[in-house]
């Protein structure tokens, strides 16, 4: 919309008020125009959408500050409240909170270990209350490559800035002794076997993937190694 504006064939003079989740860089590019605001919010489909909302003049770069009908802390992986400041899994309760999923038992009793609904997503509170979404835990994160949803175990991949879908998905390979593949091979290999949207539109091939202690993929090193903004 703010392209089309620049072209003068969508005047935005009209728009007073955005609720959403965007780059700060676009929010900052709207609210110049001086038409409106721009509303940060944070909610997932489990919780009613939004749990946590503020103007973007107040807490900038955050995700809002909780609801009146919200209660919401920031876990370690036991399950004991972090102390302020610090990162930790988003667990949610309250009337907005849904009571389960349909016919998956074991799932709902998972996710709401402890009374609370567990979002999968972690954030960090600051001392007045505003949620700062960190990412998503590994069994949870989310690829949208133009709004369509990958989860990264189903295609063994991470997700990257991409300049027209926003985010776009990446594959970083380590091929076996004496083996050979292109980028564009590796790519039409996946999308003949898999739907075309969750194929890989990067590929980085390296000698070896960070891993922890215990011989098992890092992908939060992997990610910070291989995941940067991609021009082409």
Same mark, same amino acid.
């Given at each position: 919309? &703010?392209?089309?504006? #620049?072209?003068?064939?969508?005047?935005?003079?009209?728009?007073?008020?955005?609720?959403? /989740?965007?780059? +700060?860089?676009? =929010?900052?590019?709207? #609210? @110049?125009? $001086?038409?409106?605001?721009?509303?940060?919010?944070?909610?997932?489909?489990?919780?009613?959408?939004?749990?946590?909302?503020?103007?973007?003049?107040?807490? +900038?770069?955050?995700?809002?500050?909780?609801? *009146?009908?919200?209660?919401?802390?920031?876990?370690?992986?036991?399950?004991? #409240? /972090?102390?302020? !400041?610090?990162?930790?899994?988003?667990?949610?309760? $309250? *009337?907005?909170?849904?009571? !389960?999923?349909?016919?998956?038992? #074991?799932?709902?009793?998972?996710?709401?270990?402890?009374?609370?609904?567990?979002?999968?997503?972690?954030?960090?509170?600051?001392?007045?209350?505003? &949620?700062?979404?960190?990412?998503?835990?590994?069994?949870?994160?989310?690829?949208?490559?133009? $709004?369509? @949803?990958?989860? +990264?175990?189903?295609?063994?991949?991470? $997700? =990257?800035?991409?300049?027209?879908?926003?985010?776009?998905?990446?594959? =970083?390979? =380590?091929?076996?002794? @004496?083996?050979?593949?292109?980028?564009?091979? &590796?790519?039409?290999?996946?999308?003949?076997?898999?739907?075309?949207?969750?194929? +890989?539109?990067?590929?980085?091939?390296?000698?070896?993937?960070?891993?922890?202690?215990?011989?098992?993929?890092?992908?939060?090193? /992997?990610?910070?190694?291989?995941?940067?903004?991609?021009?082409?």
């Amino acid at each position: 919309m &703010l392209d089309e504006q #620049e072209k003068g064939e969508c005047p935005l003079s009209s728009l007073k008020h955005i609720i959403g /989740v965007e780059l +700060p860089d676009t =929010v900052k590019r709207f #609210e @110049n125009l $001086g038409y409106g605001q721009f509303w940060l919010v944070y909610g997932q489909k489990e919780t009613m959408g939004l749990t946590c909302i503020c103007s973007n003049k107040e807490r +900038p770069r955050s995700a809002g500050r909780q609801g *009146p009908l919200v209660d919401l802390k920031i876990v370690d992986e036991f399950d004991r #409240e /972090v102390e302020v !400041g610090q990162s930790g899994e988003i667990v949610i309760r $309250g *009337p907005l909170v849904f009571q !389960g999923y349909r016919r998956q038992d #074991e799932l709902t009793q998972h996710t709401f270990g402890e009374g609370w609904h567990h979002t999968g997503e972690m954030g960090r509170l600051d001392r007045d209350g505003s &949620l700062f979404f960190v990412g998503r835990k590994a069994e949870k994160e989310l690829i949208k490559p133009g $709004g369509e @949803n990958v989860y +990264p175990v189903e295609v063994s991949v991470i $997700g =990257v800035p991409d300049p027209k879908f926003g985010e776009g998905i990446k594959a =970083v390979v =380590v091929l076996k002794p @004496n083996a050979r593949s292109s980028e564009q091979e &590796l790519i039409d290999f996946v999308a003949e076997r898999i739907a075309r949207y969750k194929k +890989p539109r990067y590929v980085s091939f390296v000698d070896s993937l960070a891993k922890r202690e215990d011989g098992s993929i890092d992908r939060e090193k /992997v990610k910070a190694e291989h995941g940067g903004l991609r021009e082409d």
